[in-house]
């Protein structure tokens, strides 16, 4: 039980620290930390022109989270199977170990 | 900790490619090597990529306002050593910047350097001190994961302090503008990734202890008989195996984990 207990507070630790920033201060419009240093350079260096274009970019911010989702499922999807076979290759071996005609 | 497209200068972005070069073809060689003598660590190692993948791909709210992602490197450099994450992170990188226009080609060297080759090294050294001064697994993982995010920020600090140092205070001025933004927003997400690694780790030294035996995560068991051995090897009570886990944390042969944060 002492390990699903500490497993549900470590849950609920990220959970809350992801969520009191939201609860602290709804007004805030939470920009992203690479745009605002892009700000930061023209500002600093007014003159300073970008020198080459992404070969491609996502048509709308619609477009580009559908794709930040894409890669967060591909990763999820990857990470979840990974575990998924380690934990049935441990269940497997258990149930060889214990059942009463040993696999090799 | 993208730096834009175009966003750092031409010499600037050779510079950071001809830097950061090196580690990932070097890492390339790393997981070739892994795959072919180990194929079993196939699995972990798409576990380890696919964590950066994920994380690096949510963005969170911070205490200050902003909002960024954590970079998931912490796991693979424990697992596998910095090298084999300098390729993963790269990856990553690469398919960011050309399919979400986040990061860019030209600063392709740049942001591997900050994310894939610094990240990863910090975090292995922060786990292998915690763990030389006989902090346990978790303890170190946490910090080789805060650590390794937070300093694949400063790292982004600094190079945009190179390239663009302020006109009155310098370098140094500069730097704290750029850690204003980068290393404060970090620090929650930092903590937030730590927690995260332990928890994946609880469930790794479970489900693949043969493997991190091998890696030299885990120190390999006590040989059968002394104590009870949580192992499949035991078998002396027939448990369903969905129940395995949560025997009472008094008893003897606890979770490995646990015995293993003792340390």
Redesign the interface.
């Known amino acids: 039980?002492?390990?699903?207990l500490?497993?549900a507070l470590?849950?609920l630790?990220?959970i809350a620290?992801?969520a009191?920033?939201?609860l602290?201060?709804r007004d805030?419009?939470?920009?992203?930390?690479?745009?605002?240093?892009?700000e930061?350079?023209q500002e600093?260096?007014p003159g300073?022109e970008?020198?080459?274009?992404?070969?491609?970019?996502?048509g709308s911010s619609e477009i580009?989270s559908g794709?930040?989702?894409l890669?967060?499922a591909?990763?999820?999807?990857?990470?979840g199977?990974?575990?998924g076979?380690?934990?049935g290759?441990?269940?497997a071996?258990?149930?060889?170990?214990?059942s009463p005609t040993p696999g090799p | 900790m993208h730096i834009a497209e175009g966003f750092l200068p031409p010499a600037h972005a050779i510079g950071w490619t001809v830097a950061a070069a090196p580690f990932v073809v070097h890492g390339a060689r790393c997981v070739v090597k892994e795959v072919r003598e180990h194929p079993e660590s196939t699995l972990l190692l798409g576990a380890a990529g696919a964590f950066t993948f994920v994380l690096s791909a949510i963005k969170l709210p911070s205490f200050n306002g902003s909002s960024s992602h954590p970079t998931g490197t912490g796991l693979g450099a424990v697992l596998f050593r910095p090298p084999v994450m300098a390729l993963l992170g790269t990856v990553v990188l690469l398919f960011q910047a050309l399919l979400l226009a986040h990061g860019g080609l030209t600063t392709l060297g740049a942001n591997a350097f900050s994310m894939a080759v610094v990240g990863p090294w910090v975090g292995y050294g922060a786990y292998r001190l915690v763990r030389r001064v006989g902090g346990g697994l978790l303890p170190g993982v946490f910090a080789a994961m805060a650590l390794a995010d937070l300093a694949t920020y400063v790292t982004t600090s600094l190079q945009l302090a190179l390239a663009f140092p302020d006109a009155e205070s310098g370098l140094v001025g500069a730097a704290l503008k750029y850690l204003g933004v980068f290393a404060v927003t970090q620090v929650p997400l930092a903590v937030g990734e730590g927690l995260l690694g332990v928890l994946l780790f609880r469930v790794l030294t479970v489900n693949a202890r043969p493997e991190l035996e091998r890696l030299g995560v885990l120190r390999p068991a006590p040989e059968p008989g002394f104590g009870a051995e949580p192992r499949p090897a035991s078998g002396a009570e027939t448990r369903p195996a969905s129940g395995a886990e949560n025997r009472p944390g008094s008893g003897a042969g606890t979770g490995t984990a646990e015995r293993e944060e003792l340390r």
């Open positions: 039980m002492r390990r699903h500490v497993t470590l849950v630790a990220v620290l992801f009191t920033p939201l602290l201060d805030s419009e939470y920009a992203g930390t690479d745009s605002q240093a892009t930061l350079v600093s260096d300073y970008p020198w080459f274009e992404s070969v491609f970019s996502p580009e794709l930040f989702a890669q967060a591909l990763g999820g999807g990857v990470l199977y990974a575990i076979r380690l934990r290759r441990r269940t071996q258990r149930a060889a170990a214990e």
